[in-house]
């Protein structure tokens, strides 16, 4: 069994309600011996945190960036069960993407994970008929049970009634389906804190240097922490490299003669300001293998996604000119131009998917999940998406119990159904939640009806301890952007229980601050002001 009774344990909330300093969580880092050291705190590294501490293994957790601050928040913001994989005959791998999009949205996640419609316009002379759009429709809606309703297919001036924005010309039909979305970064740091509440200890903005060993086996990772210059290091009998774009990065640390195990593909988003109201998501074909998204989000309009080979390096990928004009041509195939005017754009982000290596178009890769066992007994994972991330955490779970002579198997719980519909903080209805931040206020207090509502669907039960905040000292109930919902008692929240340590971890990735296109110098000065007053 593991040996660390005798170190101090130090929850995410200690009794005064805030995360551990920095200090005190390198400390905890490099004064014990973890079971598991997961490396990388994106979609994979989060949800792996998770199981393993459900499971009840002594977990570390570290980035070095922001929890989810390169690809995993800048994904299509979708949990979805994938329409086009029904096209390779992936039927049983739709099946599952369902049932998973499903527990989110019911059981897992309801404060975070929305319901929406989808409409797939069919024109003249497109890549895909009505009649085959209508049965591939049907047959989506069939493998989730019809939970969400039953696809079909509706005329031109009916989806345009709902969509006012979309182009009719030589359009025949508008098939209907039914998926849900997302705000990706809320998702990670909600799962970063049930980590965090089944006892991982986790820290951002620490990036590995070199990697420990133990007769040959790597048994741990030097670090330095980025916003002060501390060098630490982590000792543990199991290191995960969860790194997303660096994982043959981190590889090489093991062993320099690895050979490349990924490719990537970068896919761009652009977002706009809404012209006209968008009662139902679009998802417009491009050709025989590409669809391209126009989604109500985060009271914008996301347009997306790109899907080309990229070569540079990870940490400088970004859209381009060259990507947004191809967003927006794309876009233009179903969506009158008035409503997509460069003037619109409020920001624009690409991040990165990491494919198995090997030949062949990237838009025709499988977007599959490897797991490899490296030289150094290292595990690498990659590959993935949003909509199975528990899954994978699973997945991964029984590779650890099942590696030959694992030194984690007799201390682990079964796996089994573990954390398959555990709820992720805060989880409430958020109808609720919004009702009783209205209601339940102290006399002469007023919290805008639009705060209320933003707060319950991005923190569901948890909205409440913003509002604390808010009732204590008024100045944090103000709008930090009159022109966006949020209000100053998030950033102090971020601040002491969501890990924000920059400013951009604040605007871009606990708020939709920096989306909605609000992160004026005036605010960014505000936050970093606040973020200096950490206790």
């Not at 069919?122 to 069939?142: D, E, I, N, T, W």
């Not at 320099?256 to 761009?268: E, Q, V």
């Not at 997306?304 to 540079?312: F, V």
């Amino acid at each position: 069994m593991s040996t660390l009774q005798s170190v101090p344990t130090l929850g995410t909330h200690p009794a005064n309600g805030r995360n551990p300093s920095r200090s005190e969580t390198r400390d905890l880092l490099s004064h014990a011996t973890y079971d598991l050291l997961v490396i990388g705190g994106g979609i994979l590294g989060t949800s792996v945190a998770w199981h393993a501490a459900q499971a009840g293994l002594r977990v570390a957790m570290v980035d070095a960036g922001d929890f989810a601050g390169a690809t995993s928040s800048a994904s299509s913001k979708l949990v979805h069960g994938g329409l086009r994989y029904l096209q390779t005959g992936a039927v049983k791998l739709v099946a599952e993407n369902h049932h998973e999009r499903r527990v989110l949205a019911k059981d897992v996640a309801p404060h975070l994970v929305n319901p929406l419609t989808f409409y797939l316009p069919v024109y003249k002379g497109g890549p895909v008929g009505a009649a085959k759009l209508g049965a591939g429709v049907f047959a989506y809606s069939a493998l989730s049970a019809f939970g969400d309703g039953v696809g079909k297919v509706i005329s031109p001036a009916k989806a345009q009634a709902a969509n006012p924005a979309l182009r009719t010309d030589n359009l025949k039909a508008v098939a209907v389906y039914y998926d849900h979305q997302m705000n990706d970064s809320r998702v990670a740091v909600m799962t970063v804190r049930a980590a965090a509440e089944s006892g991982a200890v986790v820290l951002n903005h620490a990036e590995v240097t070199g990697l420990r060993f133990t007769q040959g086996r790597v048994s741990g990772a030097e670090l330095k922490d980025r916003l002060d210059g501390t060098e630490f290091g982590v000792n543990a009998r199991v290191v995960l490299n969860a790194t997303g774009p660096w994982v043959d990065h981190l590889r090489a640390m093991e062993d320099k003669g690895a050979a490349p195990s990924i490719r990537l593909s970068k896919g761009a988003h652009i977002v706009l300001k809404r012209n006209s109201p968008w009662r139902a998501a679009m998802a417009t074909p491009i050709d025989k293998y590409r669809i391209t998204f126009a989604l109500p989000w985060e009271d914008q309009l996301l347009l997306g996604t790109t899907d080309e080979a990229y070569e540079g390096d990870p940490a400088e990928v970004r859209a381009t000119e060259s990507d947004i004009h191809q967003i927006l041509d794309e876009a233009a195939f179903s969506i009158r131009d008035a409503d997509l005017d460069r003037s619109l754009m409020t920001y624009a982000f690409a991040g990165l998917r990491v494919l198995p290596g090997g030949p062949g178009d990237v838009s025709q890769a499988k977007r599959e999940t490897v797991v490899t066992e490296g030289k150094g007994g290292m595990l690498s994972v990659a590959g993935g998406k949003w909509t199975t991330y528990r899954h994978i955490g699973r997945t991964v779970m029984d590779k650890l119990a099942k590696l030959p002579g694992s030194p984690l198997t007799e201390d682990m719980q079964p796996v089994g159904d573990l954390v398959r519909r555990v709820p992720l903080p805060g989880v409430a209805n958020p109808n609720a939640v919004a009702h009783r931040l209205l209601v339940d206020r102290e006399p002469g207090t007023r919290l805008d009806p639009l705060t209320a509502r933003h707060l319950a669907t991005h923190y569901g039960a948890l909205s409440f301890d913003i509002a604390r905040l808010a009732n204590e000292d008024p100045s944090l109930a103000e709008r930090i952007h009159p022109d966006g919902p949020e209000i100053w008692a998030q950033v102090v929240y971020a601040r002491d229980n969501e890990w924000a340590e920059t400013v951009d971890d604040v605007l871009r990735r606990r708020t939709t601050l920096t989306i909605r296109g609000l992160d004026t110098d005036e605010v960014r000065a505000k936050v970093e002001e606040l973020l200096a007053k950490r206790g």
